[in-house]
C-alpha cells in the first residue's frame, strides 16, 4: 500500500510544479466605512476607552514602521524577516467621474504646500473641491450591500459587473465573512456553488475542487505558489473578500486546471481612521486575539496604513496535536498626486503547530474494524510549518484613455515537516493479521522556496462606432526556485488498542528526495470587452511558454511546454434583470514537472476545454442575485493505466480523458435590511471517457454527483430585541467513490472474504449561529458586539475523505465564541 507522501510527492508536487500565469490587478474591496465611527461619536465611553484606542493605534503603527525599518531590510536573509516590500499603484477614478480639468502645468505638480499657497494668492484661480482618489479596492466594492456584490475583478481582471459576465462568479463579501466566522479558506466557500471539499482536520492544504477538477487558489491576483508540503495559508481575517470564477482561465492565468480560479483578496489602507479588536475561545482550547487598524497619517490623507494582526492557540481534536498561528500583515499608501496611488502590502505568518493530517485505517473509519470504531481523536503525528509572504503592486494613469499596471509579489516560504504515519493494519494470507497493529512510516521534510510573479497589463476604453471597448492586454513572467531534503522509511509498528508513543523510531539516513528546481513561465494575452447596446460580447486570446529545469537524486528533466489558449463569450441584459449568456473556454497545466514518463520522455500538459450556457437574474429593485449554468468540460492527455488486447500489465501513457457534464444554481441575497440568504445546489456528473484507460467509464474518486447547501441569517432591526441576531445553514453532499477504479475492497480477520470499500457515504450537517449588535439598542455601547458560531451543530461523526491509502474524519462540533469591538 502506498503512503500519503509517497501519493503527496506525485500528485502534489509533480503535478502543481506548473506555473499558473497572468496574474491581474488585484480587485480588492475595503467595506470598513459600515462598521467606522469617529472619535468625536464616542465620547460617552470612558477615559481608559479612549486612552485604550490610542494605545492601539499606536503599537500597530510602531508594528508597521518596525517592519519596514532599514534594520529589518538588513536582516532579509534570516528567516522571518521582511526581504521586499510589496507596492501597489493603483488608479483614481475614471476621469470621466471627476470634475473637468485644465492639462496639468508646472505648478500643479507642486507639493500639497505649494498649491495651497498659489491658491490662497488668487482665490479666483482656487478649483473646486479634489475630488479623493479612489482604489482599486473601492472601485470593486462599489454597490456591495451585505452578502451582496455587484463587482468582481477575478473574472475578467478589468472590474466588470457581475451581471454582465459571461461566466460563473460567485463572490464571498466581508459581511459574510464576519457572519459565519470563517476560519479558514474551506470555510470561505463552504456555501459557494459549485465548491466541494475535504472538511477534514488536516489544514495544510486545504484543495479545493470544482467540476470535478482542482481550483487553483491565488492572493490579489496572483497565484499562491508553494512546495509538495508547504503551501502558503491566508487566514480569512486579513481578507476583504474572496472570488470564485468556476471553470478554465487560462486566458488570464496562464498554466491552470480546469476546474477554476479563488481569488482572495486582501485588506487595504483606508481613508477614515478606524480600529477593531476582538478575542475568540471555544472548543478545544482555543483563544484567538485579533487587530485591524488604520487611517490617515497626515492630515491631506496622502500617507494611510493599516496594520492587521492575529494570533491563534488551540488543541483540535485529535489528541496531543495542537494548532498555532502568528500573523501581520502591514500596509501603507501613498497618494502623492491626482493620478497615482503607491500601496505597500506585506504579511508574515507563521504556524508553529498545523494541526493533524494523517490518514487512518479504512477497517475501523469507513468499514468496521476488528475491534470496532477507531477513535475520532486517534494521535498519529506532528507538524512545524513555517511561511513568509511579501507582495508588491504598481498601477499608474497616464492620460484618458489608457491605464498600466503592475503586480509584483515576492514571496518566502520555509518548511520543516516530520511526522510517523500511520498505513493500513499488518495483514498476510489473504486477512488482516490481527485487525489491531497498524504500519507506519517516518517521513521528514525540509522545503525552502522563493518565487517572483509579475503581471504588467495596459487597459484601454475607446468608443469605435457603435461599440464600446475595454481592451486589456498583458505580459506576465512567473519565477519558481525550490529545493528540498526529504526522508522516508517504514518504520515501528502501533498496537491501536494500547498505543507507545514514546517507541525508538527508526530514522532512515538515505534521502527520499533531494531537489534543486527552477522554474519560470512567460505569458502574453489580450481580451477584448465589446458592448453593443445590451450586448456584451467577451473575447481573448492567450500565448504561454513554460520552463523546467530539476535535479532530484542525480536526474534531471527539462521540461518546455507552450500553448495558446482563449475564450470566448457573450451575454445580453434585459430591462426585466434576466442575462443569458454562453460561453466557450480552454485550459492547459503542465503535470508532473522533474519527472519522466516511463522513465523515457517529460510529461505532457493536460488540456481542458469548456461549452457553458447560463442566466443570471437580477430582480429590479432588489439586492439580490439568482444564477444558473450548465457546462461540458473536458480535459485531455490525462495519465492513465492503459487495457486491451497485448497489452501488459500498468502500461501508462497520456491518452486519458475525462469529461464533466453538470449545472449550479445559486442564489445570494440581502433583501431586507437585516436579512441575509446564500444558497446553491449542484449536479455532476464526472466520467473517465478515455476508452484506452482502464478506468473508462468510471467516476473520480471523492466527486460528488450532488451538493447542496442553504444559509440565512436576520438581525433584528428595531424594537426591544434589536441588535439580536440568528442564523443557521444546512449542508449537504452525496456518497462518492473511493477510488478511480469504483470497486475497492479491503481484507478482514476472516481470510479470503474481504469486504467492499468502495463509496463513502452521503452526509448532512448543519450549522448555527447567534449575535448581538450593543449599539443597536444603546448608543453609547456602540461598536460593541458578541457572536456564538457553531459548525456541525449536532456533531455528526462521519468519514470525509478515503483513498486506497486510508480515511480521514471530518471535523466534529466546533463552537467559537468571539466579542468584538469597532471605533
Known amino acids: 500500500m502506498r503512503c500519503e507522501c509517497c501519493v503527496r510527492w506525485e500528485s502534489e508536487l509533480l503535478r502543481s510544479r506548473s506555473l499558473g500565469g497572468a496574474l491581474n490587478m488585484q480587485s480588492t474591496t475595503h467595506g470598513v466605512n459600515r462598521r467606522v465611527t469617529s472619535f468625536t461619536q464616542l465620547n460617552k465611553f470612558s477615559t481608559q476607552l479612549n486612552k485604550f484606542k490610542g494605545t492601539a493605534s499606536a503599537l500597530a503603527l510602531g508594528g508597521l514602521l518596525a517592519i519596514g525599518s532599514p534594520a529589518q531590510a538588513q536582516n532579509a536573509g534570516q528567516p522571518g524577516t521582511s526581504v521586499l516590500p510589496p507596492v501597489n499603484v493603483e488608479a483614481p477614478t475614471p476621469r470621466a467621474q471627476r470634475a473637468t480639468q485644465q492639462r496639468r502645468t508646472a505648478a500643479s505638480r507642486r507639493g500639497p504646500s505649494a498649491r495651497r499657497s498659489q491658491q490662497a494668492a488668487n482665490p479666483a484661480a482656487q478649483p473646486q473641491a479634489t475630488p479623493a482618489l479612489v482604489s482599486t479596492a473601492q472601485r470593486v466594492n462599489a454597490g456591495t ?214 490518514l487512518l485505517p479504512i477497517q475501523g473509519t469507513l468499514v468496521p474494524g476488528t475491534f470496532g470504531q477507531i477513535p475520532r481523536n486517534f494521535f498519529a503525528g506532528d507538524l512545524n510549518y513555517e511561511s513568509l509572504k511579501y507582495k508588491h503592486e504598481f498601477e499608474h494613469r497616464f492620460d484618458e484613455i489608457f491605464t498600466v499596471r503592475q503586480n509584483v509579489r515576492y514571496l518566502h516560504n520555509e518548511l520543516n515537516y516530520v511526522e510517523v504515519q500511520p498505513g493500513p493494519f499488518t495483514s498476510g494470507g489473504g486477512k488482516l493479521t490481527d485487525g489491531r497493529t497498524i504500519t507506519r512510516s517516518f517521513f521528514s521534510t525540509d522545503e525552502n522556496l522563493d518565487t517572483l510573479a509579475v503581471d504588467n497589463q495596459l487597459q484601454a476604453k475607446f468608443d469605435m462606432g457603435p461599440l464600446r471597448h475595454t481592451v486589456l492586454a498583458g505580459l506576465d513572467y512567473q519565477r519558481f526556485e525550490f529545493n528540498n531534503f526529504a526522508r522516508y522509511a517504514n518504520t515501528n509498528t502501533l498496537d491501536i488498542l494500547a498505543p507507545n508513543y514514546t517507541q525508538n523510531i527508526l530514522v532512515p539516513t538515505a534521502p527520499f528526495q533531494n531537489m534543486d528546481q527552477r522554474l519560470q513561465q512567460r505569458g502574453a494575452y489580450v481580451q477584448d470587452e465589446a458592448k453593443l447596446g445590451r450586448l456584451t460580447v467577451l473575447g481573448g486570446v492567450r500565448h504561454d511558454w513554460a520552463e523546467g529545469n530539476t535535479l532530484n537524486l542525480g536526474l534531471r528533466v527539462l521540461n518546455n511546454d507552450e500553448k495558446t489558449t482563449g475564450r470566448v463569450g457573450a451575454i445580453y441584459n434585459f430591462d426585466s434583470g434576466i442575462a443569458p449568456y454562453v460561453s466557450y473556454s480552454t485550459s492547459f497545466l503542465p503535470t508532473r514537472v522533474g519527472s519522466l514518463l516511463n522513465n523515457v520522455a517529460p510529461f505532457k500538459p493536460t488540456t481542458g476545454e469548456q461549452y457553458e450556457g447560463g442566466v443570471k437574474y437580477q430582480p429590479p429593485g432588489y439586492n439580490m442575485l439568482f444564477t444558473a449554468a450548465v457546462y461540458n468540460l473536458k480535459q485531455e492527455n490525462v495519465l492513465s493505466v492503459l487495457s486491451g488486447p497485448g497489452i501488459p500489465p500498468n502500461t501508462t501513457a497520456q491518452v486519458g480523458e475525462v469529461t464533466s457534464r453538470g449545472f449550479e444554481g445559486s442564489v445570494v441575497g440581502s433583501p431586507l435590511p437585516g436579512l441575509n440568504i446564500r444558497g446553491q445546489y449542484s449536479y455532476l456528473d464526472n466520467r473517465i471517457t478515455g476508452r484506452q484507460d482502464v478506468n473508462f467509464g468510471n467516476t473520480l474518486a471523492n466527486t460528488p454527483m450532488h451538493t447542496a447547501s442553504l444559509w440565512a441569517n436576520y438581525v433584528v432591526q428595531s424594537g426591544p430585541a434589536a441588535g439580536f441576531g440568528f442564523g443557521g445553514g444546512v449542508r449537504y453532499i452525496h456518497d462518492m467513490f473511493t477510488t478511480d477504479a469504483n470497486n475497492l475492497t479491503v481484507p478482514t480477520i476472516v481470510a479470503n472474504s474481504p469486504v467492499l470499500a468502495n463509496r463513502i457515504p452521503a452526509s448532512t450537517t448543519f450549522d448555527a449561529a447567534i449575535s448581538y449588535d450593543f449599539g443597536m439598542l444603546r448608543p453609547e455601547w456602540k461598536g460593541l458586539s458578541a457572536a456564538v458560531n457553531a459548525n456541525n451543530v449536532f456533531d455528526s461523526n462521519y468519514v470525509s475523505i478515503c483513498t486506497a491509502g486510508g480515511c480521514r474524519y471530518a471535523l466534529g462540533r466546533t463552537v467559537l465564541g468571539t466579542v468584538t469591538y469597532r471605533w
Open 145 to 358: 450591500q451585505g452578502f451582496v456584490a455587484t463587482l468582481a475583478s477575478g473574472a475578467t481582471k478589468t472590474d466588470s459587473p457581475i451581471i454582465s459576465t459571461p461566466a460563473s462568479v460567485a463572490v464571498i463579501t466581508r459581511d459574510e465573512i464576519d457572519v459565519r466566522r470563517a476560519q479558514s479558506v474551506r470555510d470561505l466557500v463552504r456555501y459557494a456553488p459549485g465548491i466541494y471539499f475535504s472538511n477534514d482536520a488536516d489544514f495544510r492544504f486545504q484543495p479545493l475542487k470544482a467540476r470535478g477538477f482542482d481550483v487553483e487558489q491565488y492572493l490579489d491576483g496572483l497565484r499562491l505558489q508553494g512546495g509538495p508540503f508547504g503551501v502558503p495559508r491566508v487566514d480569512p481575517y486579513f481578507l476583504e473578500r474572496a472570488e470564485v470564477i468556476t471553470g478554465p482561465a487560462s486566458i488570464l492565468y496562464g498554466a491552470a486546471s480546469p476546474g477554476g480560479v479563488l481569488n482572495l483578496v486582501s485588506k487595504r489602507p483606508t481613508e477614515k481612521a478606524f480600529g477593531e479588536v476582538s478575542l475568540q475561545g471555544g472548543s478545544f482550547d482555543r483563544i484567538q486575539g485579533a487587530f485591524d487598524v488604520g487611517g490617515p497619517l497626515d492630515k491631506d490623507k496622502q500617507l494611510l496604513y493599516r496594520v492587521t494582526g492575529i494570533g491563534i492557540n488551540a488543541n483540535t481534536q485529535v489528541d496531543n496535536v495542537g494548532e498555532q498561528r502568528f500573523a501581520i500583515a502591514p500596509a501603507l499608501t501613498w497618494r502623492p498626486d491626482l493620478d497615482t496611488t503607491i500601496t505597500f502590502l506585506s504579511s508574515y505568518l507563521q504556524d508553529p503547530k498545523g494541526g493533524f493530517f494523517a
